[in-house]
Structure formats: C-alpha cells, structure tokens
C-alpha cells in the first residue's frame, strides 16, 4: 500500500467540522434551534485560540462540555471559530472557540454525534491557553458572519469534566457516533 500523500485523514476532518460550522451558522440564521435539537459540544480547553474565563480554565483544565439549548447569547459563527455567552453557575462567562479545538458534537435529539481525532497541532506540544478577562462584557458584534443579527435569547448550559461520568451526558442508547475507522479499508 502507498503513502497517503493527499491525507485525506486531515481533510476528512476538516471537513466533518465544517459540519459543527454550519450547524451553528443554521442556529444564528433562524435565530435559534428549530424544533427540539440542542447541542453538546465538547472542546480542548487549553488548545491554542480558545478563550476561557480563568475560573473555568481552571475548574475544567482539559476538555469542557457546553450546552446550546435554551440559555446563550451573542452566538457568532466564523469561518474558523464561533463565540457565545453562556451562564456557569448563574454567572455569563464569554466562550471563543475554534472549530478545531472541538473533541465532539452531539445532537441528542436525532442522535447525530461527531468525534475528532485529536488534532495534529497539538501532537508533541503544549497548546497554550488564552484566559479571557473574568469580567469580559457579554458584547455582540453589529452583524454575524452571515449578516444576521446575534441571537440573544434565553437558555441553560451545562459543563462537565472529560473524565467525570455523571448524568448530565445524554445516553447514547440507538444513536451513531461518526468516526473515521469506519471509513477506512480494513
């Protein structure tokens, strides 16, 4: 078998959180979640471009799970990253985060999820964490990327750690997890 000079790897899971991006950009452009889909998406808190208030940083030091359901404001969706303010603990925290630095993406409400390989920028490493100022303003830019106005509406967010296993993960019971091994040739 032949080197994979291509890598197709890579541009499969570029393309994949592509994916998230739209998913996200669907959210802002209907200004918000058609019908029950919420999402649960999982990101490396420490992977290079993510902003954090330096409380979160420090309670969830490795990976951190938010909810866009019904609380969360000031969504944007860029080509390489997307923003929102969610409440932690009653208190609106501003979240930056770029698509690469997403682990998994769940939409518990049709059992579609997505997970990533880890990705090769970090391989041997140490990505390096931008805190955000802990009272950053929840502000929104005059327009989106698509030029639709920010969603500010009302709703909840959950964080959890990667290694902690409690019930605010929805079961997995009947849906498809999407991952690369099942693309390729064995």
Known sequence: MSSDL??????????????????????????????????????????????????LARKYPEEVTIVLEHQYWDLNAYDTEFEVTLKFGGIPKY????????????DPSVGFALQFDPPVDTEGSEPVVQIAPAKKPATTPAATALGAPAKKSVSKAKAKKSDDSDDTEPDNDGEKVVSLDSFRKK
């Open 95 to 106: 979240l930056k985060v770029p698509y690469h630095a997403i682990s998994r993406f769940h």
């Open 6 to 55: 291509m890598n197709y790897e890579q541009m499969t899971q570029l393309a994949l959180r592509g994916v998230v991006r739209d998913a996200i950009r669907r959210v802002i452009r209907e200004d918000g979640l058609p019908g029950a889909h919420h999402f649960y998406i999982t990101f490396l808190t420490r992977y290079p471009g993510v902003e954090v208030d330096e409380g």
